[in-house]
């Protein structure tokens, strides 16, 4: 018997042509039809469970290099989805694949299942359908590692048919029905392995450090941690209006005033802002607290906490991107100050005391527009037209404008500027930490000054918020803390955009 060419269980499978929104109708109303003739001979299109003995991935690991037409005596009982499938007479062919990608053929023969069984297969199996198969494990004449299918069963029948394997699908279909594309496509799987293993590696990190994994309320009463606008809901029980939360800060920061020295959460942050590259209104969000440290020794922990998720995923600092380019996420990082490099950069000394109007005038002659304009909204807005785009390399800019940082403590030798970085990796933002702020009479004068910025029309500001100075006043003790997005963590691993880091993101 002539085993005809089949593809490798790795590699592509045959192309299946792009079909229309008719031709696709009419695919599905022929599945309909042999979901109900399986039911209707006493099958099941979806029975419940199957004796599955073994998995895909686990079968190719324990026959890795089987000579040509070799047979092993061992029976197994797989599932996968049906990915290619090839009918020749008495003899068919299929490719099972596993929810990692990992295939392996299966071989349906008149001479192991009957004639009634294989005319079956041919007449109810689709490209798309989970199937289950149970037979011994052999190589084909070309060497393929293969199941030689005894027993078979529809594990679940595939109504709708698989787009086109050969093809890259589009970035819309990709992100609006990414089970597709985690179907298709490796490098989605691989950032779903990845988004695992670098939380994995962050909790073990933080467990090493003695940190403790908390989590606080995403609908709050009062909004604040950041400088967002945030979406706004109602609670029907209470009767009030609610907002889902910005950051956890403020009340990761209440737990360490109660006696949790070394704190962290990850969990979703919602902002009511814009969409693009690198933002999402949802995102996933690390924040830790560290009592008796700053926003040096905070910077270090963060720089650990990378480079092992960077590891965890890749093997190495060395983290490879989607695209093949090679990144360096190894060594230590700079630490640049941000007046410092703003300075050089505009090629004029520019200070905390700096006026106003010389801010404004270098703005506008650089076309940089600052919206509710402070000393230190132009001196960001500027840092970010001159310096931002050149930083490649992870590097830890240092020492912001006081009226932008209203949780933050005030630089212990420099006036007018606080103790905060930022950590930029590739041209953006990838986490920020503290020395933060504990005097409570402190924290509200700043409090009274955004609720002014409020009153001005910044949707952003932050509120008063009295629970929080309460808590503050039982003494809170010196402290750093970081915050970091985990969308843009994998970003900086994998080198994708935001939307491919994110499994399921927010689409209109």
Not at 262 to 267: A, K, P, V
Not at 403 to 421: A, F, Q, Y
């Amino acid at each position: 018997m002539t085993e005809p060419a089949a593809p490798a269980a790795s590699a592509s499978p045959e192309p299946v042509a792009e079909a229309s929104a008719e031709e696709i109708a009419e695919q599905k109303a022929v599945r309909l039809e042999k979901r109900a003739r399986l039911i209707a001979e006493g099958g099941e299109a979806y029975p419940v469970s199957l004796p599955v003995t073994d998995t895909i991935p686990a079968v190719r690991e324990r026959f890795p290099d089987l000579e040509p037409d070799a047979a092993t005596g061992e029976t197994v009982g797989i599932a996968g989805r049906v990915v290619h499938s090839r009918n020749t007479g008495k003899l068919c062919f299929a490719a099972l694949q596993s929810g990692d990608g990992t295939r392996i053929q299966v071989m349906v023969s008149l001479a192991e299942v009957g004639e009634a069984s294989l005319q079956r297969w041919k007449e109810l199996v689709d490209l798309g359908d989970h199937v289950f198969v149970s037979g011994e494990v052999i190589s084909s004449r070309r060497g393929e590692l293969s199941v030689m299918v005894r027993e078979w069963a529809i594990a679940s029948k595939a109504l709708m048919p698989l787009p086109n394997l050969h093809s890259e699908l589009g970035d819309e279909t990709r992100v609006r029905q990414r089970y597709l594309d985690l179907i298709t496509r490796e490098t989605a799987r691989h950032v779903v392995r990845a988004r695992a293993a670098a939380n994995a590696s962050l909790r073990a990190t933080f467990a090493g450090a003695g940190f403790l994994e908390v989590e606080t309320p995403m609908l709050q009463t009062m909004h604040g941690g950041a400088s967002a606008r945030p979406f706004v809901t109602e609670s029907n029980a209470f009767d009030t209006e609610l907002y889902l939360r910005i950051a956890p800060e403020l009340f990761l920061k209440r737990a360490v005033v109660g006696g949790i020295d070394r704190i962290f959460e990850i969990n979703r942050n919602f902002r009511n802002e814009g969409a693009d590259s690198t933002h999402s209104p949802e995102f996933a969000m690390l924040e830790a607290y560290e009592a008796y440290g700053d926003y040096t020794s905070i910077a270090d922990l963060t720089q650990e906490l990378i480079q092992n998720a960077a590891a965890a995923v890749s093997g190495s600092h060395v983290v490879t991107w989607a695209d093949g380019t090679e990144f360096d996420l190894g060594g230590d990082w700079d630490r640049i100050d941000m007046y410092g490099s703003l300075s050089e950069a505009a090629g004029r000394e520019i200070t905390p005391e700096t006026p106003i109007g010389e801010l404004a005038a270098l703005a506008e002659a650089n076309g940089v527009e600052v919206k509710l304009a402070t000393h230190g909204k132009y001196v960001e807005e500027l840092w970010e037209h001159f310096v931002k785009g050149g930083l490649e390399r992870p590097t830890f800019v240092m020492d912001f404008p006081v009226d932008t940082s209203p949780l933050v403590r005030d630089h212990r030798s420099r006036p007018g500027v606080v103790e905060k970085w930022d950590l930029y990796v590739r041209g953006f933002e990838l986490a920020t930490g503290y020395s933060e702020l504990v005097d409570p009479v402190i924290q509200r004068e700043r409090f009274v000054e955004q609720a002014k910025l409020g009153a001005r029309g910044d949707v952003e500001a932050m509120r008063l918020d009295e629970e929080f100075l309460r808590a503050m006043e039982h003494g809170m003790p010196p402290m750093g803390g970081m915050g970091m997005g985990i969308d843009r963590l994998l970003m900086a691993i994998t080198g994708l955009g935001i939307r491919e880091t994110i499994l399921f993101p927010l689409v209109k």
